[in-house]
């Protein structure tokens, strides 16, 4: 008997947590029969334990891969999106490729599929892709914009932080410029094994004042774990005079949990767009929910 050992199929820590979803039910993969679809998809996350597929709990790619088991029946499935969003947080555009064996076109699948996912996540769009296409791998930048509110408001509680304190808005966006450019921003994450650096390269950060609301929007090549969050919470503690620019610098050159404290709530934050080759990101930066 051969002592060779099997040769693994998931090859890192992320794929070996996916297995589920490559194994479902034991399908397998043919390579010749099956199409891949590019799904543009928009949520309210306020109900849901993030985007990523867990066992025991409600989640977006949980329910899309189920609404897909639905439609589609017994044959190899395979959901994939662009990157992770934390429990309660929103997507106005989050990207996913779909692998199934269907003769369906495309706008019939998002009609039918949107026909079983429930009022608060909607397909936006479905086109063919190429096979090759990865709806994580390929994307070149990501982006989020983040609202605060200046009041209280009735309708948009799931949608914003709302600060009672008054906020120094120019030294909130003056302070934002330190965070542009490569970066190591291990003080503004948990520990995650899933992630091989803490470094990345934010690309710009745009700030604006519309009515009762300030936008923030957070272009990088990529986020880890609770970032952006912890990048609103310090430039909100720089806008109500607790914190510096300075208190950026040291975090962004020492190892501290600090930012921890200051993680903004899920509630104001939103996955806006990602990018792929060739395509840029020029839309105004307006607010989602209008608050005056």
Same mark, same amino acid.
Request: aromatic share 10%.
């Given at each position: 008997?051969?002592?060779?050992?099997?040769?693994?199929?998931?090859?890192?820590?992320?794929?070996?947590?996916?297995?589920?979803?490559?194994?479902? !039910?034991?399908?397998?993969?043919?390579?010749?029969?099956?199409?891949?679809?590019?799904?543009?998809?928009?949520?309210?996350?306020?109900?849901?334990?993030?985007?990523? !597929?867990?066992?025991?709990?409600?989640?977006?790619?949980?329910?899309?891969?189920?609404?897909?088991?639905?439609?589609?029946?017994?044959?190899?499935?395979?959901?994939?999106?662009?990157g992770?969003?934390d429990?309660?947080?929103?997507? =106005?555009?989050?990207?996913?490729?779909?692998?199934?064996?269907?003769?369906?076109?495309?706008?019939?699948?998002q009609?039918?599929?949107?026909?079983?996912?429930?009022?608060?996540?909607?397909?936006?769009?479905?086109?063919?892709?190429?096979?090759?296409?990865?709806?994580?791998?390929?994307?070149?930048?990501?982006?989020?914009?983040?609202?605060?509110?200046?009041?209280?408001?009735?309708?948009?509680?799931?949608?914003?932080?709302?600060?009672k304190?008054?906020?120094?808005?120019?030294?909130?966006?003056?302070?934002?410029?330190?965070?542009?450019?490569?970066?190591?921003?291990?003080?503004?994450?948990?520990?995650?094994?899933?992630?091989?650096?803490?470094?990345?390269?934010?690309?710009?950060?745009?700030?604006?004042?519309?009515?009762?609301?300030?936008?923030?929007?957070?272009?990088?090549?990529?986020?880890?774990?609770?970032?952006?969050?912890?990048?609103?919470?310090?430039?909100?503690?720089?806008?109500?005079?607790?914190?510096s620019?300075?208190?950026?610098?040291y975090?962004?050159?020492?190892?501290?949990?600090?930012?921890?404290?200051?993680?903004?709530p899920?509630?104001?934050?939103?996955?806006?767009?990602?990018?792929?080759?060739?395509?840029?990101?020029?839309?105004?930066?307006v607010? =989602?929910?209008?608050?005056?």
């Amino acid at each position: 008997m051969s002592n060779r050992k099997p040769k693994e199929r998931f090859s890192s820590h992320r794929d070996k947590k996916f297995k589920s979803v490559y194994q479902l !039910k034991n399908r397998t993969k043919s390579t010749q029969y099956y199409t891949r679809f590019k799904l543009l998809i928009e949520y309210e996350g306020t109900r849901y334990s993030g985007w990523q !597929k867990q066992e025991n709990a409600k989640t977006i790619q949980g329910l899309l891969i189920k609404a897909s088991e639905e439609l589609f029946g017994d044959g190899y499935i395979d959901l994939q999106g662009s990157g992770r969003t934390d429990s309660g947080v929103h997507a =106005i555009c989050q990207v996913a490729h779909l692998d199934v064996k269907t003769m369906l076109a495309p706008e019939v699948i998002q009609n039918k599929l949107n026909d079983l996912l429930p009022h608060d996540i909607n397909i936006l769009k479905v086109q063919k892709a190429k096979k090759d296409f990865h709806a994580r791998h390929d994307a070149k930048s990501r982006c989020y914009i983040y609202q605060i509110s200046r009041r209280r408001t009735a309708f948009g509680k799931n949608f914003v932080w709302w600060i009672k304190d008054d906020l120094d808005f120019k030294k909130m966006e003056s302070a934002s410029k330190l965070f542009i450019g490569m970066n190591n921003f291990s003080s503004f994450s948990d520990d995650d094994p899933e992630e091989k650096s803490t470094k990345v390269l934010i690309d710009d950060i745009q700030m604006k004042e519309e009515g009762d609301i300030i936008l923030i929007r957070i272009i990088g090549s990529h986020f880890i774990w609770k970032m952006v969050r912890r990048i609103v919470g310090i430039l909100v503690e720089i806008g109500r005079g607790r914190k510096s620019e300075k208190d950026i610098l040291y975090y962004l050159n020492h190892k501290t949990n600090e930012p921890a404290k200051f993680t903004a709530p899920p509630s104001g934050l939103f996955l806006e767009t990602v990018t792929y080759s060739g395509e840029l990101i020029n839309k105004e930066l307006v607010s =989602i929910i209008k608050i005056s």
